[in-house]
């Protein structure tokens, strides 16, 4: 729940990593599943019927995402608001992480939120998820513009799909990131595929392949040894890249302040290296906060409130999904 005039009312997730960590990735019937199993149990749990009252818009995800689970969260999001007879919006999943840095600026100061967000624009923002990598603009009347996407793989497969190589369990881009912890980052060089300043674009595929063909000349026993130093190595080729675009980009210049968000911004490593980054151009580095990183009905919530003139209405109950729908 989210009012505008103080910010986060509450927030409540059921999480399902554990069921789909089995299967070695998201088994998109099972995600399915599991909305319609938890959806009311949560609902009774955050006591929100009580408040029916105080609620004057209801908001959904509408895509991208699962079809599946994009179609029961409208349908439960068009049964309530046909019950407390309340308008029902679609937000784009990507725009809500496009916005989730904010989520603290408003915390600090609602009153004040306009003219704090209006001071950090143009905003230059990174969106690294499993499926997503995308750097975007904020420009001075909240227009977002894509500047850089990938080609292939986004950065959170990379992650995943090495940890896959690397027998780690799913998810894997946590599991990259523990290992990492104790690495030596320029153990190995792994190819970091930097495009030319030029080129707005990232690719990761290549990264993937050329840590198969490396673990393919390891012994079991030398590859147990040098885990750490791949993770680190692997995971800073990752890194790299993604920062380095962020880098051509801010040369470019113009911009008031950069951000961070999507699953992947959890990583504390890439957190460290985008604040590092903002330094350096001397500009304040926007970070979701972790809780915000993942999927999250917060973020949507307050994607209504900040992007409200990109909301999609439901005429007449008729709010459809979009599992392709693009950020801008």
Known sequence: MFDPEVGMQGEWVHSQIQ???????????????????????????????????????????????LAGCLALGIAFGQSLGLAWKVPVSGVNHLRGHAFSPFITLHALAPEQFDSAFKALLPHLGLIVSGGNTILFQIDTDRK?????????????????????LLGLPYPGGPQVEMWAANGDVKAFDFPKAIAPRNERRFSFSGLKTSLRYRLEGMEDAVLEAAMPDICASYQG????????????????????????????????????????????????????????TGDNAGMIAFAAFADSEHVMPSVDRSLGIEPALRLA
């Open 237 to 292: 080729a990752v890194i790299d890249q993604l920062c380095g675009k962020t880098k051509h980009l801010l040369e470019v210049g113009g911009f008031k302040s950069i951000g961070l968000s999507g699953g992947v911004s959890n990583n504390k490593s890439l957190r460290a290296a985008m604040e590092k980054l903002a330094r350096r151009f001397r500009l304040p580095c926007l970070i979701a906060e972790p809780k915000h």
């Open 19 to 65: 069921l789909h960590q089995e299967y070695g990735g998201v088994v998109p019937d099972l995600a399915s599943r599991e909305h319609l199993k938890n959806f009311f149990p949560l609902f009774e749990a955050a006591g929100i019927e009580g408040k029916a009252e105080q609620v004057k818009e209801i908001v959904v995800t509408n895509g991208p995402g």
């Open 144 to 164: 977002l513009e894509v500047l850089a996407e990938t080609v292939d793989d986004a950065a959170g497969e990379a992650l995943d799909k090495g940890a896959k």
